[in-house]
């Protein structure tokens, strides 16, 4: 038991410092940005406008708790896995090949969507406690997809620019727009079955 307390805290203390370098880097590049003309404030707005920082700092944030407490709530770690694999899976399929980035930039980006949800979702799978999810937590789960889309519209209309293409509403028109955020519901709705068919299975 020592052991496997010792193996969580030493994966949750990797996991949060790669998260917390990733975004503090992330952060830094986007000072030093053309988004920085338009001052500091503006451009922690938009910082924090994106799901990948947040699923990212949710990430770091519960890796500490981990960490401190020894424990996590079974929904809340499963909740953080479906984001931090949400980040990686919209990123893969629908955005890598928008940008090209280099040198710094492409290891920030690489920290981002694929260190780090391969370091949580790998954790999770191997080191957490499983066989208490409840797939009818769903309902409170999509909160966390509609809760976002009220913030990036607000970070849209307060800065300008959506933190997402998929998520351009005056050029995209309705209907797109609506049917992106189907998309991504979607997403949630297949992550959350597949995670807690997989705590089922973990259980045995």
């Not at 399929?93 to 710094?104: C, I, R, S, Y």
Request: net charge positive; charged share 10%.
């Amino acid at each position: 038991m020592a052991a496997n307390r010792s193996a969580l805290r030493a994966w949750a203390a990797l996991t949060a410092l790669v998260a917390a370098t990733a975004l503090l880097l992330q952060y830094l590049l986007l000072l030093r940005g053309p988004g920085a003309a338009a001052g500091v404030g503006m451009a922690t707005l938009r910082f924090v406008g994106y799901f990948t920082i947040l699923s990212n700092l949710a990430v770091c944030l519960g890796c500490v708790r981990l960490i401190r407490a020894g424990v996590l709530d079974t929904t809340v770690a499963a909740v953080i896995a479906l984001c931090i694999g949400v980040t990686a899976c919209i990123y893969v399929l629908a955005l890598q090949g928008l940008w090209q980035p280099t040198g710094l930039q492409w290891w920030v980006d690489a920290g981002l969507h694929y260190a780090v949800p391969a370091l949580y979702l790998l954790g999770w799978w191997w080191l957490l406690p499983h066989g208490a999810l409840r797939w009818r937590a769903l309902g409170g789960v999509l909160l966390v997809p509609l809760v976002y889309l009220g913030w990036a519209m607000l970070v849209a209309a307060m800065t300008g620019q959506a933190p997402y293409p998929f998520l351009e509403l005056q050029r995209l028109g309705l209907a797109a727009f609506l049917l992106n955020v189907l998309r991504v519901a979607g997403v949630f709705v297949v992550g959350w079955t597949l995670l807690w068919g997989l705590d089922r299975w973990r259980r045995r």
